[in-house]
């Protein structure tokens, strides 16, 4: 009964039993089926003896594969020389022992088949002709176990690739959306920080209103942070950005920020005394929520390096559709990049993004008007059909 409790659960599918139970079920069969035919006939002992050794190799084909068939082997060979007449069924036992030799043996064993088959051949017919047919079975069926091996061996591979590749990818996604929220915010309390240790000597009051508007957006950190954190772990890694389906509302979908957000991202970059322009066009309003969500995430970052590596008083952000793509625009007043300017991981994150939707990234500093250079340009396109 425990046994049996071990393979049917309540209210559960029957589970197949262990592998060694199986092996050792089918060895028993052989065993009790060729024991069976020969008490038919005038009991041998010695028969007796090299059936039990025939069917035991079959408990043994899937740990010991290619131990276990030469010993069946030799067993088949012993009987069909010493043994009138020989066991009708011992044959059949020892094609299951090849085939499990070509099954379950490593790469290097599994291919020393050919050869002990056509030593058990010669040993069986007591003579090195050994008939065609019989010959060809054996190889075939030696054939098949070695060639489901590898494609086992193949599909293995492909799921360790399968697996490496999702861990990989959800851990840049991680990054991806850690470095945009932490980053933004860390960059922008930096900005608000500053300005208020500067203005603390001159104008009080207003330095207090800085130090206010660092707290909000201190506890606005965490409140996003937060959020991340918890659409990370409802989603799964195949959603991309942890957005859920497109179709349906996932389970954190109405805690992601979107395009709709932006003049409470704008607000917080005004108040550390950025001036910004944002023009979102109205047919954006209606966006499948992974491209909504790569939309802000894009401009949020582009804003952080604006803050971070721009020195820029102004910034123009513009959203609109194009064709088929939803374009994104983020340029700003600042000193530009250096000429051949290494992208960072914002950029980085940025490329990443638009890459998921098949689309593009162009960005560089603006050209250079009455001698002085024109801030920094990024342009994203995310293809919408």
């Known amino acids: 009964m425990t046994a049996l409790t071990r393979w049917i659960a309540p ?24 024991t069976a035919e020969r008490l038919a006939h005038a009991p041998q002992l010695p028969a007796l003896l090299l059936s039990a050794a025939v069917a035991g190799a079959l408990a043994l084909g899937r740990r010991a ?28 036992a020892n ?9 379950y043996a490593t790469r290097g064993r ?37 060639a489901a091996a590898r494609r086992q061996e193949e599909r293995t591979v492909a799921r360790q690739v399968l697996r490496q590749r999702v861990v990989a990818e959800e851990r840049a996604r991680i990054a991806r959306e850690l470095h945009d929220v932490v980053g933004h915010t860390l960059n922008l309390m930096l900005v608000q920080a500053g300005a208020a240790r500067r203005l603390l000597p001159r104008d009080p ?18 409140d996003e942070l937060d959020r991340v954190l918890g659409l990370l772990r409802l989603s799964g890694p195949a959603d991309g950005d942890g957005s859920g389906s497109e ?27 950025l001036r910004v322009t944002a023009r979102v066009g109205p047919e954006v309003r209606q966006l499948p929520r992974t491209v909504d969500l790569s939309a802000y995430r894009i401009v949020q970052e582009a804003l952080t390096n604006t803050v971070r590596h721009g020195r820029a008083d102004t910034v123009e952000i513009t959203v609109g559709r194009e064709a088929e793509v939803l374009a994104i625009e983020v340029r700003d ?3 530009g990049a250096p000429g051949g300017y290494t992208p960072g991981r914002g950029l980085l994150g940025i490329a990443e993004r638009a890459a998921m939707f098949g689309g593009t990234v162009e960005h560089g500093s603006v050209a250079e008007q009455g001698g002085e250079r024109g801030g920094f340009r990024l342009r994203v396109t995310l293809p919408l059909g």
């Open 11 to 34: 209210g559960s599918a029957v589970r197949m039993p262990a592998a060694p139970v199986r092996d050792g079920a089918v060895a028993l069969a052989f065993l009790l089926a060729m």
């Open 65 to 92: 594969p290619l131990a276990a068939y030469l010993a069946g082997t030799v067993a088949l060979a012993v009987e069909a020389q010493v043994i009138t007449p020989p066991g009708p069924l011992s044959p059949y």
């Open 95 to 103: 094609l299951l022992g090849l085939y499990a030799l070509g099954r």
């Open 110 to 146: 599994a291919r020393l088949g050919p050869v002990v088959v056509l030593a058990g051949m010669a040993g069986y017919f007591g003579a090195l002709a050994v008939p065609g047919g019989v010959l060809f079975l054996w190889l075939l069926t030696w054939a098949l176990g070695y």
């Open 205 to 222: 009051v207003q330095s207090g209103e800085l130090l206010s508007g660092l707290e909000h957006t201190g506890r606005e950190a965490l």
């Open 247 to 273: 179709d349906g509302p996932g389970q954190g979908a109405s805690l992601q920020p979107g395009l709709a957000d932006l003049p409470r991202l704008v607000g917080r970059l005004e108040q550390a005394g």
């Open 333 to 335: 007043g600042g000193r």
